[in-house]
């Protein structure tokens, strides 16, 4: 069985014009964790989630997978 792995993104989002806080929003930050076998595969469920709600993706996709230190402690590994 393949086991999900779990992926930290950011995205800069915009209100779509059939968002009904898009008259009062501009635009977000949306950070999601996604549990899929890929970023690429992340990025894109992360994409329909926030699409579904009426937001589009405006730039800086950032991933990132986290690192399982035990089965308890994960922690995110930042490349800056």
């Not at 009062?24 to 930050?29: E, H, K, L, Q």
Request: some cysteine; glycine content about 6%; hydrophobic content about 35%.
């Amino acid at each position: 069985m393949n086991q999900l792995k779990p992926y930290f993104i950011l995205m800069k989002v915009l209100p779509n014009p059939d968002n009904p806080k898009g008259k009062d929003i501009s635009g977000a930050n949306a950070h999601l964790w996604v549990f899929e076998n890929s970023g690429n595969e992340a990025e894109k469920k992360a994409t329909r989630y926030l699409n579904q709600f009426g937001w589009n993706i405006e730039e800086g996709v950032y991933t990132q997978k986290i690192l399982s230190l035990d089965n308890t402690i994960a922690r995110c590994i930042i490349n800056s």
